[in-house]
């Protein structure tokens, strides 16, 4: 049939069919990003891959493998991302689903940066151990879970104040997401490189194996020495100058940023000079 046979209410259903069918694919990848369930899909893919693949070259008993697999599937895919379609279920109820996502105005972002320095700054001055970690491009929602939610807007102010000593959320990471503050008190994974310095407490080594794992960038604040280290793929910058500090953490997160190679000496994980 022509193209321009076609009744326009048939064309323009079809239409609004396949754009429903990819906002919904977006949206669950949305929710699953940066989870567990991003590898079991790509679990999925392979063994639908492998069923296309046999029945094209005739492999009748592989095909039928992977066609039992497909149909038994589903309730495993039921148990395997309960979470997922929990979390799922619940921005839906609460019409999160459909609210717009994405990465931060530059100025939004700026101010981002602004409240984690003189957060950073004034912690440091006083030897208030902190370990904040700020989500870019590989989701952080399984570390989030771990933690008691806030969904506050960034500031100083609160920064400071979760992590002050014998307060309820002071142990744990930060996590801040869409520039909010997601979380408090979560739990990071930690690094198991052989090569760690010794030196290193839990907090540098968990800001280590959150950059191990994601894109994120952790800061940390030492409470023994007050001195201020950044991670960030899988490299420990140490004991930075407030202006390595700053260029790091502008660089990292601003887009546009254009700032010079700062002089400050800054040191990797394996302690040599960077």
């Not at 839906?92 to 972002?109: C, D, H, N, Y």
């Not at 981002?112 to 491009?137: C, F, H, N, P």
């Not at 952790?218 to 700053?246: C, I, M, Q, Y």
Request: net charge neutral; charged share 20%; hydrophobic share 45%.
């Amino acid at each position: 049939m022509p193209f321009y046979d076609i009744p326009i209410l048939e064309l323009l259903a079809n239409t609004l069919d396949i754009l429903l069918v990819w906002f919904v694919i977006y949206k669950l990848i949305n929710v699953v990003r940066g989870t567990k369930a991003v590898q079991l899909l790509n679990g999925i893919f392979v063994i639908l891959l492998g069923k296309v693949i046999s029945d094209f070259l005739h492999l009748n008993t592989l095909s039928w493998l992977m066609q039992q697999v497909i149909e038994w599937g589903f309730l495993a895919i039921i148990i395997i991302f309960q979470p997922e379609l929990r979390r799922a279920l619940e921005q839906l109820g609460r019409g999160k689903i459909f609210a717009k996502s994405g990465i931060p105005e530059e100025e939004e972002q700026e101010k981002m940066v602004e409240a984690i320095i003189r957060a950073t700054d004034y912690m440091a001055k006083r030897r208030i151990g902190a370990l904040i970690s700020i989500e870019r491009e590989t989701g952080m929602g399984d570390y989030i879970e771990t933690g008691i939610p806030l969904h506050a807007k960034v500031s100083s102010e609160l920064l400071i104040n979760i992590f002050i000593p014998n307060t309820p959320l002071h142990d744990g990471a930060v996590v801040i997401q869409r520039n909010n503050v997601a979380a408090a008190a979560c739990y990071l994974p930690l690094s198991e490189s052989p090569f760690i310095s010794k030196e290193l407490g839990t907090r540098h080594r968990a800001a280590l194996g959150i950059s191990e794992v994601t894109d994120s960038i952790t800061v940390v604040v030492s409470e023994e020495t007050g001195n201020v280290s950044l991670t960030k793929n899988g490299d420990l910058h140490r004991d930075l100058t407030s202006d390595a500090f700053r260029e790091l953490l502008e660089n990292g997160l601003l887009s546009n940023n254009k700032t010079k190679q700062a002089s400050s000496a800054r040191w990797n994980w394996r302690g040599n000079k960077k």
